[in-house]
C-alpha cells in the first residue's frame, strides 16, 4: 500500500537539490575500471551479484510502496564509488568505446540536468533510476537499472517515481532509449505505458557487433501503474 508522498516538490529553476544530492565534490573522487568479465555477453547483464551494500539510506525518503521504498540519491564519494562498480557488471549498459571510463559516469553525476533515485527493500538498495536530459516543462529521458535483477515486479514504484519526477520538475512526457537487444527493460517499458515511437538501425556497439536502438515515449498523463 502507498504511504505518500512526503516532501514537497521543488522546481527545476530553484538548484538547491543539485547540492542536496552532491554535497561533495565530485572532481576529486577517483574511480577505476572494475573487473569486468569480457567473455559474458549475455545482453542484459553479468550473473554476479552486487556486493557491499551501502546501508546508509540518507537521502529523503520520497513514498513508500508495499515492501519498497524510493529515496533520492545523495552521492557521497563512496556511494559514487560503490555505484560505479556495481554498474561495470552489467556490460550492455554501456557501449564498448565508453566501457570503464569513470570520467564520463563522473560527467553524468555531476551535469546539472540529471536526477538520481534509489529504491530500497528494507536494508538494501536493490535499483536505481535516475533520468538525464531533463528540459522542465517538457521531457526527460528516463534509466533504470535494478541489482536483483527482478525487473518484472517493478512497475509500480517505477510508476511512482515517474509520477514524482512529472510533478517535481513540470514535464509533460518521458522518454526511453534502449538498445533492442534490452528485451526486460522493453517489456518493463511496456507495462508503464511507454509506446515504441521509433527505430534507428545500428547506434551501439555490444559485445562487439552493431545493435539498434528502440525509442519509446510516454506522456505523463498516461503513466499506468503497469
Not at 39 to 51: C, L
Request: charged share 25%; hydrophobic share 35%.
Amino acid at each position: 500500500s502507498e504511504h505518500g508522498i512526503h516532501s514537497q516538490a521543488r522546481s527545476w529553476q530553484d538548484p538547491s537539490h543539485l547540492h542536496r544530492q552532491r554535497p561533495y565534490s565530485m572532481h576529486s573522487l577517483r574511480l577505476e575500471q572494475g573487473n569486468m568479465d569480457e567473455g559474458n555477453h549475455d545482453p542484459q547483464m553479468q550473473r554476479s551479484e552486487p556486493s557491499d551494500y551501502p546501508h546508509d539510506p540518507g537521502g529523503m525518503a520520497i513514498v513508500g510502496m508495499d515492501q519498497w521504498v524510493l529515496r533520492e540519491m545523495i552521492f557521497t564519494p563512496e556511494r559514487s564509488k560503490w555505484l560505479w562498480e556495481q554498474l561495470q557488471r552489467y556490460p550492455s549498459l554501456s557501449t564498448d568505446p565508453t566501457r570503464g571510463r569513470p570520467e564520463q559516469f563522473l560527467d553524468l553525476v555531476l551535469s546539472p540536468q540529471t536526477y538520481w533515485l534509489e529504491v530500497w527493500t528494507g536494508e538494501t538498495l536493490i535499483g536505481v533510476l535516475y533520468m538525464t536530459h531533463i528540459q522542465a516543462g517538457v521531457d526527460a529521458k528516463v534509466h533504470i537499472v535494478f541489482f536483483d535483477r527482478k525487473l518484472g515486479e517493478k512497475a509500480p514504484i517505477c510508476a511512482m517515481a515517474l509520477r514524482w519526477a512529472a510533478w517535481k520538475f513540470s514535464l509533460h512526457r518521458f522518454s526511453i532509449e534502449m538498445p533492442e537487444i534490452y528485451f526486460a527493460t522493453s517489456r518493463l517499458a511496456k507495462k508503464l505505458g511507454f509506446h515504441l515511437e521509433g527505430n534507428r538501425k545500428e547506434m551501439y556497439i555490444i559485445s562487439g557487433r552493431w545493435v539498434n536502438e528502440l525509442v519509446f515515449g510516454l506522456l505523463a498523463s498516461e503513466l499506468t501503474n503497469g
